[in-house]
């Protein structure tokens, strides 16, 4: 892979592995875990290497191609959309690492990165590093990783550290995949084929150019100069709405292709002939185009003032956040007009609808982009205390 490809060639390249992703959807939902056929697939053809830096080896795409890419993967099968999309976005949280901590991660052309931050783990202080443990729920892609990112809070004693600003000091560590257990945790009504289980360190020893203070940020490690990464977390946060639009369009596919076959019964207009089917179909439509088209302004809106040296401000962190949320909730709701209309179809296996529902309402209640954060949004708005700690960062 260079850096000097274009969405529509990064498009073909899903294209090539589309058949590899149907063919192990059906797996992948039974083993509660992507198959390794589908991560493989998605490797070879560099599509984790999307938001990597340059230098070492990645693509370092603007905010709106990547997001393309992730919905349409999404499309073809919501669980390795996800995983891809949260994996490139634990990329730019290199940033904050040292340069050999960064470089050291991504040594591996074929690595790909996992994590999950809350709740944080246990850090001790120890020469050289940290002595980390603690148990994190929610880490997709978990059996593929071949790293980790975590949260920490920095302990003295049994009490945590507390920083000037009076909260407790949280660093980031990255650790090899063999550093970290897996357990099987993850029985779920959707996304189930993200194997997204709980990882647990013990008493692993991460040393300090591995460990970065997770703290707002104004420079970054020396790969991680570009503009994408002065977004700071902020790109990755909005791309976790990415696999719901991607799903919602994957509904309407599918309701297209049954409007012309089914009629629903002890009736003899098919579908795509009655009123109401075409009155949700329009408004679905109509609903996912201006989700969609919010959450790429919202993407675009920051690059020309990222390319010209600036990092993210609380405006545009904003921005980003209601955009994430209300993409994530109107792709629910795009969804339900779908499944309103298709009947008993909706609620076969052998139909895609029933996977759709279950898998996009279990993506809105994603803590960083679920309903709440519209109420984050209005205090930072009200200029009231905020309970949501990442608009520092």
Known sequence: MTADVSLQSLLERVRVIEPVLRRH????ENQRRLSSEATDAMRKQGLFRLWKPRSLGGLELDPSTAFALFEEVSRIDSAAGWNLQLSCGADPF???FPDQGARETFADPGAILGGAFFPPRQAITVKGGYRVSGRTPFTSGAHHCTQFLGLAQVYDGDRPRLGADGNPVSIITSCPAS???ILDTWHTM???GTGSHDTVMEDVFVPEHRVALLVPRTRSAADFEGPLYRYTAWVSIAALATPALGIARAALDDLLELGGKKSPAYLVKPLKERAPVQAALGEAEATLGAARAYLHEAAREFWDRACRGEYIDRPAKIK???AGTHAALAAAKVVDLV???VGTTG???EHRFER????VHTIMHHGYIAPGRYESVGQLMFGVPVEWPFYSI
Request: charged share 25%.
């Open 347 to 349: 609620i076969r296996q």
């Open 94 to 96: 290199l940033a904050w």
């Open 179 to 181: 550093d970290v257990g």
């Open 190 to 192: 959707g996304m189930r």
């Open 339 to 341: 499944y309103r209309v």
């Open 356 to 359: 759709h529902f279950r898998d």
């Open 25 to 28: 959807s059906a797996q992948a």
């Open 320 to 322: 980003l956040q209601l």
